[in-house]
């Protein structure tokens, strides 16, 4: 399993171009790409701490600790148990699986989520990418805990 947990930024606002800034609202993309196929470059982060994820969907520079991900190194998971894990999920994951179901995935590869800031496509109108769909952005407790617990 791939999993990179951060500390929610509850607070912290980075001055941006396009300010995505919104406390207490969690972004969500997830992917059906095979992780492993994912060239590394498309992680890789320039001088403004941007990598190709986040130029893509024009988004301009976020707190890396306000960066969630999970998902499965090889293979794929169930959408419940990919968001399930993340932190304060608990508050958000029946909506994030609701949707990425009805988008036609019963099982996903890996989620990126970005608390504290609210992608709003309708702006860049950017839905996805060569690797990841936007799911939506939904309200989150900073109190919830994750839905299921993590083995580490």
């Known amino acids: ?3 990179i ?3 929610a930024c509850a607070g912290k606002r980075m001055d941006t171009l396009f300010d995505g800034y919104k406390e207490g609202q969690v972004s969500v993309w997830f992917s059906a790409h095979p992780y492993a196929d994912i060239h590394e470059s498309y ?17 301009g520079p976020y707190d890396g600790e306000c960066l969630e991900t999970n ?9 419940d148990v990919a968001v399930g894990q993340c932190s304060y999920s608990r508050s958000f994951v029946d909506k994030v699986v609701h949707k990425i179901n009805k988008m036609g995935a019963d099982k ?25 769909k936007f799911v939506g ?11 299921f617990e ?3």
């Open 43 to 59: 992680f890789d982060e320039d001088e403004q701490g941007l990598c190709e994820w986040a130029r893509h969907f024009q988004m």
């Open 108 to 132: 996903i590869t890996w989620i990126i989520l970005l608390f504290d800031y609210e992608y709003r496509p309708k702006k860049t109108r950017i839905y996805e990418d060569a690797y990841v």
């Open 1 to 3: 399993m791939i999993r």
């Open 5 to 7: 947990i951060c500390i």
């Open 71 to 79: 998902g499965a190194e090889d293979g794929d998971m169930a959408v």
């Open 150 to 152: 993590v083995e580490v």
């Open 137 to 147: 952005a939904y309200p989150y407790d900073l109190e919830a805990e994750s839905l």
